[in-house]
T-cell receptor, first 112, second 111 residues
């Protein structure tokens, strides 16, 4: 069991560029969660899929952030026109039962 | 409105003491309350969790105490070890909804 896989592990973008982050959940897990973690804000919920369907995206900044789960083996988080305040560690977690979450190693995004 | 509040922000205890970390919540429909720990450079990992049917859950040196009436739950780490030094997050969720996390407690255990 390789655990949750996130790529890339580090990404540096220039202000205004697009960033796409990938998550491969643990095989067989039906729920995928995306979070953003910063020192100041802590761990912030972004969005949640269950059986590939979007369940809750209440944490997503509406204008520039989007997430998809086109199949059960991967999910993507896309940030358009990145801003310095988007710099954070983006964490993906998957769950078999919706309760016990297994976090991936995260993608550290730096927007210059 | 912050759904889950966590205190203290930081805590220092001596090796062997019991560390107590506290959380409170707003939504009475929450039915799952996990605690995570996160070591520097790593991702959060589930430590222990409780459902409101119980007021206590133990796993080795880690115990959750749950008070439904006061909407509070706490993590007690008995016989604290330097290896327990980490950031601890409490969380809560209701049914198939998303998780709400506390801001975290940075625990330092001094040998």
């Amino acid at each position: 069991n390789a655990g949750v896989i996130q790529t890339p592990r580090h990404k540096v973008t220039g202000k205004g560029q697009e960033a796409t982050l990938w998550c491969e959940p643990i095989s067989g897990h039906s729920a995928v969660f995306w979070y953003r973690q910063t020192i100041v804000q802590g761990l912030e919920f972004l969005t949640y899929f269950r059986n590939q369907a979007p369940i809750d995206d209440s944490g997503m900044p509406k204008e520039r952030f989007s997430a998809q789960m086109p199949n059960q083996s991967h999910s993507t988080l896309k940030i358009q026109s990145t801003q310095p305040q988007d710099s954070a560690v983006y964490l993906c977690a998957s769950s078999l039962d919706g309760d016990t979450q297994y976090f991936g190693p995260g993608t550290r995004l730096l927007v210059l | 409105q912050q759904q889950v509040r966590q205190s203290p922000q930081s805590l220092t205890v001596w090796e062997g003491e019991t560390a107590i970390l506290n959380c409170s919540y707003e939504d009475s429909t929450f039915d799952y309350f996990p605690w995570y720990h996160q070591f520097p450079g790593e991702s959060p990992a589930l430590l222990i969790a409780i459902r409101p049917v119980s007021n206590k859950k133990e796993d080795g040196r880690f115990t959750i105490f749950f008070n439904k009436r006061e909407k509070k739950f706490s993590l007690h780490i008995a016989d604290s070890q330097p290896g327990d030094s980490a950031t601890y997050f409490c969380a809560a969720k209701a049914g198939y909804q998303n998780f709400y996390f506390g801001k975290g407690t940075s625990l330092t255990v001094i040998p």
